[in-house]
């Protein structure tokens, strides 16, 4: 059954060991409707799996255009500098949350910084 395009679509980056740059493996989530919830299809493809998340707390940025490594590199480091967290907020661990489909002009996203408890 098609399930449709959920909002946000959330990646979770990781950060290479040097702090710069992102980790090629990026996984992808989509929010599963409500309504499958309790009994949540099984895919044919075995790249993609059902997974229950705990529910997270963050701080959220809100940001325009296109989400590059480039563009969420330069946010990570905005928010770094805007806000004073010290070490509660993971540094190596960051969600990205796109709201738009990827040809909006001005597409609205997010980026996610979790905290660490």
């Not at 705990?54 to 480091?77: D, H, K, L």
């Amino acid at each position: 059954r098609y399930l449709g395009l959920t909002v946000p679509v959330v990646s979770s980056i990781q950060m290479m060991k040097d702090a710069e740059t992102f980790d090629k493996n990026v996984e992808t989530a989509f929010f599963l409707p409500t309504e499958f919830q309790s009994s949540a299809p099984h895919s044919s493809d075995p790249d993609i799996s059902i997974t229950h998340r705990e529910p997270i707390r963050v701080i959220a940025r809100t940001f325009y255009g296109t989400t590059t490594e480039q563009t969420v590199s330069w946010q990570i480091r905005l928010l770094w500098e805007l806000l004073d967290l010290g070490d509660a907020f993971h540094r190596e661990r960051y969600m990205v949350a796109v709201y738009d489909n990827p040809g909006a002009l001005q597409r609205r996203n997010e980026i996610w910084f979790i905290r660490t408890d």
